[in-house]
């Protein structure tokens, strides 16, 4: 599996955590990311999408930007409701929180990418440690998207998971705390 590194973008993240509780601000603008979608891809046949946020106006806003190009079949507000969704809708891609109730995301990913058919995992969240990350990968997932930079990250995200290539941030160098996975609780709820 490959790793496609991500393109920084200087996106002020204030105004990305305002857009998750008020409607004034749109969290993933269309047209930054119209001009950076290849023609061939737009035509791509339509993925179904699972997704999995315990924050409604959260999923209400990836939906918005997904739907365009992704059939968004289901979404689940716990890790646990998650696998169960994951089983029954058999979605090709989950997009999923890594800090929801019940069972944590990593946990979360851990079970479905065990399942024989599981989907293309991209995880979508606020936790931007490398060891978190380690651990999501480790777990199965083949993205790895800060909420926000959603906007601009997370369909190139479902593209590289659904082609089987890995899609992580490009972290500046002593950004983050490094944490060894044993100390990164997947079972984390808020």
């Not at 749109?26 to 997704?51: E, G, T, W």
């Not at 590289?160 to 705390?177: C, K, N, S, Y």
């Given at each position: ?5 991500s ?21 993933f ?15 791509m ?19 918005r ?38 069972m ?5 990913i ?41 906007g ?39």
């Amino acid at each position: 599996m490959g790793i496609l590194p991500s393109v920084c973008y200087q996106v002020p993240p204030c105004e990305r955590l305002q857009a998750v509780t008020t409607d004034s601000f749109d969290p993933f603008p269309r047209d930054l990311l119209c001009d950076s979608i290849p023609l061939q891809d737009r035509a791509m046949a339509r993925a179904r999408v699972l997704l999995a946020d315990n924050h409604p106006p959260l999923l209400a806003a990836v939906r918005r930007l997904l739907a365009p190009d992704f059939d968004v079949v289901g979404e689940a507000s716990d890790g646990a409701e998650a696998v169960r969704l994951a089983g029954s809708l058999q979605p090709d891609v989950m997009i999923i929180d890594l800090a929801m109730p019940r069972m944590g995301g990593i946990e979360a990913i851990r079970q479905i990418s065990r399942a024989g058919s599981s989907p293309a995992i991209v995880a979508l969240t606020v936790l931007s440690d490398p060891a978190v990350l380690a651990a999501a990968l480790e777990a199965g997932a083949r993205g790895y998207v800060l909420k926000s930079q959603a906007g601009i990250e997370l369909i190139p995200a479902i593209r590289a998971a659904l082609a089987g290539e890995a899609r992580v941030p490009a972290w500046p160098t002593g950004h983050h705390r490094n944490r060894s996975p044993e100390e990164v609780d997947p079972d984390n709820t808020d």
